[in-house]
């Protein structure tokens, strides 16, 4: 211990947000000074007040300031920082950054730069198993790219094949081809984002496994040629190839399955060094290997993490070990804590990931702010890992998860308890968030049961997403509320440009001194007129009439950044929305940005015919690609935004006419 407090005295920690905080508190509690970089857009972030010493290295976009290995590098010498800890993401598993490192006589928190290399490349990591006796899936993973040479490979594999970019990971450049007829489009779909994710849109085709269990095995490594693996998690259940709940152990792996999956991991490990350093040395450092498994337990490679797992702390939890710690004592040349015999599965762990999303919308990511955030009570079994606070902005230029939820209990069912118990406590407003998506899901008697695999949100739709019972006259209320405030704003700004701003009579709202005023609007709900009785209260409330039904409302418009939002209340239920939503509903006359991005590609132009559903464009946003269809069939008017520009959120994309209107 000594000699590790010796050599490492200040680690930069060349991330952000919660992992950024995670690796803080350890180093905290080690007494190893933490030094924090920034983007401009992070300036007040969490990690930012953290940290021992901050330095800001430039604009929001990643490839200016996270991914700028030369600033990042400066800062690590400014700090006389020792060591550099990448998190995961960003520069985690850049072969360029840790031979930098090396060079520059920086301690790099992670693996060999040969070992990010072999293993980053899925196509090297497939043969380099295969090579090592360790089961891997059919597929193809040669240097070929061509259109034809990929097509004809998916056509000898079978379908449904899976196109994975052979860099990185996260689900970025991922698609699944069913047919020969969607192949190309799914290619394209998975280099686009290969590119914009990894630099590289080289991809590898494998068969496509029907069902499987995402089941990973923690190893760690140091540099005395030890090796040890810290048990399964099991992160099956997902969307968009992303994880959103964890567990560790795997629920219903028997300890023979689990023995051999670990040993194959450690023998995977073992492999990467053997080839990449040319010796027997191992890992110096924590790594993941990934399986998928089938419905009879058995398992193949599908790839090597050589960094830490966002979902890391289920492990924790359920080895009593602080995996980052482990980390900067083998960085530092110290032998691994524990060896195989002394590492002891206990009890059961589950995280929660709660992101910025609407799961309602196919999951579409969101950014804004946390107007109101309170979590479940941190203690020894619940662990809230998180980069943000109450009155923090979730940024539209990375990714959208808040928090992770950690819990642990005896067993399974006890920990499902308590994931559900904790949910339930989480309470945050200002964006939506999939948390009733979580309690719904972690509910769910298959989930319970422990049958879980990675089609099982698709499979469960309908139970997971029951069709709710429409209450179209709060939303109309919301709608009238909306249009009330609105020309109330207006009003009161032509008032203050006024000579007679102190009048009662100026305004034209409605509201009057000493009297309840009652007006009549009447909306446009699809093809139907609404009409809503509003009566002004005094003290600034309404009550409005549909019909036979009387609510309740008040509520403010309000800016955030560049979205206008309407705060109301319905008969007491308290929500937040855009305000865009309400105006907007059956006067859309073409698509719109759901969020902030980057147009990536324009596959239509003024003239041309369009069917709904039809690709328009698609843009980059919060580090994923969204294709935007049409809503409805038309001929395309205008398009007003070209590749690589920037449109804000609720822009309008692409205007066209009806096809009826054109005819005319």
């Not at 946003?621 to 969204?626: C, F, L, Q, R, V």
């Amino acid at each position: 211990a000594l000699y590790f407090y010796h050599v490492l005295t200040a680690i930069l920690i060349a991330n952000r947000g919660e992992i950024a905080c995670r690796v803080m508190r350890t180093a905290k509690k080690m007494g190893v000074k933490s030094v924090a970089v920034y983007s401009e857009a992070d300036r007040n972030s969490m990690h930012v007040a953290m940290a021992d010493e901050a330095y800001c290295i430039g604009p929001a976009p990643s490839q200016q300031s996270y991914l700028a290995m030369e600033k990042i590098m400066q800062v690590a010498k400014v700090s006389a920082a020792q060591a550099i800890h990448p998190g995961y993401g960003f520069l985690s598993e850049n072969t360029e950054f840790a031979e930098l490192c090396k060079q520059e006589g920086i301690i790099f928190i992670g693996p060999p730069s040969s070992a990010i290399r072999d293993m980053g490349i899925k196509s090297t990591s497939k043969a380099i198993m295969s090579a090592a006796g360790v089961p891997v899936v059919e597929g193809y993973h040669g240097e070929d790219q061509s259109d034809e040479c990929l097509k004809e490979h998916a056509k000898r594999i079978g379908y449904p094949v899976m196109i994975k970019a052979v860099r990185g990971g996260g689900g970025k450049g991922m698609r699944i081809a069913h047919s020969e007829k969607e192949f190309l489009d799914q290619l394209e779909s998975a280099r686009r984002e290969a590119k914009k994710s990894f630099n590289d849109d080289a991809v590898l085709i494998e068969k496509f496994v029907d069902n499987p269990r995402h089941v990973e095995v923690q190893v760690f490594g140091d540099q005395h040629g030890n090796a040890v693996y810290l048990f399964e998690r099991d992160c099956s259940v997902q969307r968009r190839h992303q994880k959103i709940i964890e567990e560790a152990p795997g629920p219903g792996i028997n300890p023979e399955v689990r023995r051999r999956l670990g040993e194959a991991a450690v023998k995977a490990a073992k492999a990467v060094n053997y080839v990449g350093a040319g010796n027997a040395l191992l890992l110096n450092t924590s790594g993941t290997v990934e399986f998928i498994m089938d419905s009879k337990h058995n398992f193949y490679f599908m790839e090597m993490n050589t960094r830490l797992q966002v979902e890391h702390p289920v492990t924790e939890m359920i080895t009593g070990t602080d995996l980052v710690e482990w980390q900067l004592r083998v960085a530092a040349g110290e032998k691994i804590p524990l060896m195989q015999e002394d590492i002891v599965l206990q009890g059961h762990a589950f995280e929660a990931r709660i992101y910025a999303e609407d799961p309602n919308n196919n999951f579409m990511p969101g950014a804004g702010p946390l107007l109101h955030l309170t979590t479940p009570p941190p203690d020894s079994f619940t662990r809230i890992e998180t980069g943000v606070r109450q009155g923090d902005e979730v940024s539209v230029h990375y990714d959208p998860m808040i928090a992770k939820l950690v819990v642990w209990a005896e067993d399974r069912q006890a920990a499902l308890r308590k994931l559900r118990y904790s949910l339930h406590q989480y309470n945050i407003v200002g964006l939506s968030t999939n948390i009733d998506f979580l309690l719904s899901l972690s509910g769910h008697p298959q989930f319970e049961a422990g049958n879980v695999h990675t089609n099982f949100i698709p499979q469960h739709h309908d139970e997971l997403f029951p069709t709710k019972k429409a209450t179209p006259h709060e939303v109309m209320c919301q709608a009238a509320l909306g249009l009330i405030l609105k020309e109330k704003m207006l009003t009161d700004a032509f008032r203050d440009q006024s000579d007679d701003k102190f009048s009662p009579f100026a305004s034209s709202t409605g509201r009057r001194i000493n009297i309840c005023y009652t007006r009549k609007l009447s909306l446009l709900d699809g093809e139907n007129i609404v009409d809503v009785a509003v009566s002004y209260n005094q003290e600034g409330s309404y009550k409005m009439q549909i019909q036979d039904e009387t609510f309740l409302i008040s509520g403010e418009i309000f800016n955030e950044g560049d979205s206008v939002y309407l705060r109301s209340s319905v008969n007491g239920t308290v929500s937040h929305m855009s305000l865009f939503l309400f105006l907007s509903v059956g006067m859309q006359s073409g698509a719109v940005a759901p969020m902030t991005g980057t147009v990536e590609k324009v596959f239509v132009k003024a003239g041309d015919k369009v069917k709904i559903g039809d690709p328009l464009m698609v843009m980059i946003a919060m580090k994923m690609e969204h294709t935007i269809r049409a809503p409805k069939a038309g001929v395309i008017k205008k398009v007003n935004f070209q590749e690589g520009a920037q449109a804000n959120r609720h822009a309008p994309l692409v205007e066209f006419v009806d096809e009826e209107a054109e005819s005319k």
